[in-house]
């Protein structure tokens, strides 16, 4: 089993809906959370992160985290054709210390939103 | 602002050969990383550093080398090329965890 589990769609959307894009995962040291978004041959660009449980929001976007569940959320509102990406979530289960770079990745979910 | 900058952006390269894949950023960053990314399998953490002068390994380090001697530059050092390396490497730099700025990754394929 991965340590984390995320869909990779491909999903498809028209304009305006509401996407869901989740993750789940075993590892219950995780602590931080976060949100990349890949465009195609870019490097991934950090969309948002959050701390332990709870929401948080920023703009159109907003990522939960149920810790209870081991299961991780990002929503877009209102879905642009720029919103078409690969999503990625990924974890850590510390800030610095012996943990210096090491997120652990999931496979990414290709997100297509369509005119 | 360039931010973190990866060259060169693809490369072909025979079983055996060796190179160097660059990466610079401008943004007085302590922490840099280099990860590979292979199809459907996510990020890997190769080596990181959190300062000039001291680095360490990560998940998948074997086969890889790196040196900081400046804040600015973190190269990376593929000896021996295998097929195996064929992926796509990306630098990353972050004033502090967990937050990082990826470049535009680089292209290598061993053949």
């Known amino acids: 089993q991965k340590e984390v589990e995320q869909d990779p769609g491909p999903l498809s959307v028209p304009e305006g809906a509401i996407v869901s894009l989740n993750c789940t995962y075993s590892n219950s040291a995780f602590q931080y959370f976060m949100w990349y978004r890949q465009y195609s041959r870019k490097g991934p660009e950090l969309l948002m992160y959050?701390?332990?449980?709870g929401n948080k929001e920023d703009g159109r976007f907003t990522a939960q985290v149920d810790k209870s569940s081991k299961y991780i959320s990002l929503f877009i509102r209102d879905s642009q054709p720029s919103d078409s990406a690969t999503y990625l979530c990924?974890?850590?289960?510390?800030?610095?210390?012996?943990?210096?770079?090491?997120?652990?990745f999931g496979q990414g979910t290709i997100l297509t939103v369509h005119p | 602002n360039a931010g973190v900058t990866q060259t060169p952006k693809f490369r072909i390269l025979k079983i055996g050969q060796s190179m160097t894949l660059q990466c610079t950023q401008d943004?007085?960053?302590?922490?840099m990383y280099w990860y590979r990314q292979d199809p459907g399998m996510g990020l890997k953490l190769i080596y990181y550093s959190v300062g000039a002068g001291i680095t360490d390994k990560g998940e998948v380090p074997n086969g890889y080398n790196v040196s900081r001697s400046t804040t600015e530059d973190f190269p990376l050092r593929l000896e021996l090329a295998a097929p195996s390396q064929t992926s796509v490497y990306f630098c990353?730099?972050?004033?502090?965890?967990?937050?990082?700025?990826f470049g535009q990754g680089t292209r290598l394929t061993v053949v």
């Open positions: 990924a974890m850590k289960e510390s800030a610095g210390g012996t943990s210096y770079g090491k997120l652990t």
């Open positions: 943004m007085n960053h302590n922490y």
């Open positions: 959050t701390y332990s449980s």
């Open positions: 990353a730099s972050s004033y502090r965890e967990p937050e990082a700025f």
